[in-house]
């Protein structure tokens, strides 16, 4: 399987939310309008794709963001510098072949 990372854009926000389900409980689900502002906002927002098929997506925040959540508080109160991974989820039918 050919596999392409790129930046996540609009167009892919229906299959990352169907990633986020699918990886759910282990990721946080989006609200409504999230994705699109993750993809404008986030220091790192990068899908897997084959063919025209999302397989997964990588959401991260460096340094300088507030109100994310108590994890990337930690962070920020501590180090001046980093790359908070948020979210990682691949989609269940392709766990085990190295995309994530």
Request: glycine share 10%; with cysteine.
């Amino acid at each position: 399987m050919e596999l392409a990372i790129r930046a996540a854009r609009p167009a892919d926000r229906e299959a990352i939310e169907a990633l986020n389900l699918e990886g759910q409980p282990g990721v946080s689900p989006f609200l409504p309008g999230e994705v699109e502002l993750c993809i404008a906002r986030a220091t790192l927002f990068h899908v897997a794709e084959s063919g025209s098929e999302l397989r997964g997506y990588l959401l991260a925040f460096g340094a300088g963001f507030s109100a994310i959540g108590d994890e990337y508080a930690w962070f920020s109160l501590r180090h001046p510098a980093f790359l908070y991974v948020d979210s990682i989820a691949v989609a269940r039918a392709h766990w085990r072949r190295g995309i994530g």
